[in-house]
């Protein structure tokens, strides 16, 4: 079945260190890729998605590349910030859904400090 | 446009009671989930709506109900509360629950059963 994993968090970063957090993916066809966010207290928002091979998600300095070969889908920012303080989580769509079901990642909670 | 709404944002209930947990969206989406979130196993899907009138199980469905009131609206109801019903749950809505759509999330509901 369809399936998502992530690292293992917390992650601990110093303010504009690079962050890696890496998610991969099990799937039949050719799924679509979300990384979602949770800021403390909130619900979850769209962070970036990618819905074929290759392609390359990115929004407020984030970015993930779809590798297929890889069945991997590993987010970076080259300098985080201490507002990027959240739960990160990796999820997928089956290609061939008509349901939109989201298959989630546990989640990789991310602390950075001034 | 408010987005997604969900009602109430904390309750808490004795083993044994129902509850109903109200979702509304504003966006004209077909599509509606309700999600729970336990820690370290990410989010995982109780019931969907593909569209107005139509309801299937999630990965997680005993011990709920769901209805799809109207296009708006999709409520998730216990009927008779567990503590392993302790957790977040959070309402979504698509467009059209295609593979490549993005869903939204409403605020979550945090709900205890004693």
């Known amino acids: 079945g369809n399936s998502v994993t992530q690292m293992e968090g917390p992650v601990t970063l110093s303010e504009e260190a690079f962050l890696t957090i890496n998610c991969t993916y099990t799937a039949t066809g050719y799924p679509s890729l979300f990384w979602y966010v949770q800021y403390p207290g909130e619900g979850l928002q769209l962070l970036l998605k990618?819905?074929?091979?290759?392609d390359k998600g990115s929004n407020k300095g984030f970015e993930a590349t779809y590798r297929k070969e890889t069945t991997s889908f590993h987010l970076e920012k080259g300098s985080v910030q201490v507002s990027d303080s959240a739960v990160y989580f990796c999820a997928l769509i089956n290609g061939s859904s008509n349901t939109g079901k989201l298959i989630f990642g546990q989640g990789t909670t991310l602390q950075v400090k001034p | 446009n408010a987005g997604v709404t969900q009602t109430p944002k904390f309750q808490v209930l004795k083993t044994g009671q129902s509850m109903t947990l109200q979702c509304a969206q504003d966006m004209n989406h077909n599509s509606m989930y309700w999600y729970r979130q336990d820690p370290g196993m990410g989010l995982r899907l109780i019931y969907y709506s593909a569209s107005e009138g139509t309801t299937d199980k999630g990965e997680v469905p005993n011990g709920y109900n769901v209805s799809r009131l109207n296009k708006r609206e999709f409520s998730l109801r216990l009927e008779s509360a567990a503590p392993s019903q302790t957790s977040v749950y959070f309402c979504?809505?698509?467009?059209?629950?295609?593979?490549?759509?993005?869903?939204?999330f409403g605020p979550g509901t945090r709900l205890t059963v004693l």
């Open positions: 990618a819905t074929k091979a290759d």
């Open positions: 979504a809505s698509s467009e059209q629950g295609a593979g490549t759509d993005t869903q939204y």
